[in-house]
């Protein structure tokens, strides 16, 4: 383990599956990771426990005011590298029975939080030369599925956000790119009947699911490596549509 950090990163929503995946994988390549989470404690305490140097940030992303404290906490700490925005809900049903509550609540979390943050602390990777912005995203912001049109709208903006955020910060040396994972083992996909998983499996040419580690690996590719890349979509997804 690294006991010298020399960059900071925030992950939002750093405590779930996918995000637990990637606070780790930063903390082995010399990040100290801010890990956002907001209900889970048990299992982010659990998590800061084992990646040193790391520290938590409990916030609701819905709200303006706890966005904003996100930001002073880390101008307070000297400012930022690398923020991943990763943290996503979805309201799944077909498009006729979902509700406007449905809506609002994945478009606030989803979409404006990623916004936000991302206005607010560019400013901050500003005063320190520069930095790296990655928004997780979704093959189904590209292909679409049966009963996620809200969740699919949100992730094909964030890819298209991506672009813009991309053109306007470049001049300061800030690097935005999105991820757009595939079908990824989480105990939301393990609870599905094996019927829906075998549909599944038959649409991705490697023949299996991916894993958080999968995408945590190519977050740190960007974060670490991957230095004249801006404006893009990294696809994680196992050959599915969308990864050509």
Do not use: C
Not at 131 to 157: D, E, F, R, W
């Amino acid at each position: 383990m690294n006991t010298q950090f020399d960059k900071l990163a925030l992950v939002t929503g750093g405590a779930g599956g996918i995000g637990s995946a990637i606070s780790k994988e930063l903390s082995k390549f010399g990040y100290r990771v801010g890990i956002h989470y907001n209900s889970s404690d048990l299992t982010a305490k659990k998590l800061h426990e084992t990646i040193e140097g790391s520290f938590l940030i409990k916030a609701n992303l819905t709200e303006i005011s706890e966005l904003d404290r996100i930001h002073d906490l880390l101008k307070e700490m000297g400012g930022i590298d690398l923020l991943v925005n990763n943290a996503g809900i979805t309201a799944d049903g077909p498009l006729m029975r979902q509700k406007i509550e449905d809506f609002d609540s994945v478009i606030a979390l989803n979409m404006r939080s990623t916004w936000y943050l991302t206005k607010k602390l560019s400013r901050l990777m500003i005063k320190r030369g520069g930095g790296k912005i990655i928004n997780i995203t979704s093959v189904i912001g590209l292909t679409g599925n049966y009963g996620q049109s809200i969740y699919g709208m949100t992730k094909a903006a964030i890819d298209n956000f991506t672009k813009s955020a991309a053109l306007e910060l470049a001049d300061y040396n800030i690097l935005v790119n999105s991820i757009a994972p595939g079908f990824i083992e989480t105990p939301m996909t393990e609870s599905l009947p094996q019927e829906i998983k075998n549909k599944v499996l038959e649409k991705i040419p490697l023949k299996r699911l991916g894993t958080p580690h999968d995408v945590a690996t190519m977050v740190r590719f960007i974060a670490t490596e991957a230095n004249y890349s801006t404006g893009n979509t990294f696809h994680v997804n196992g050959g599915m549509h969308g990864g050509h």
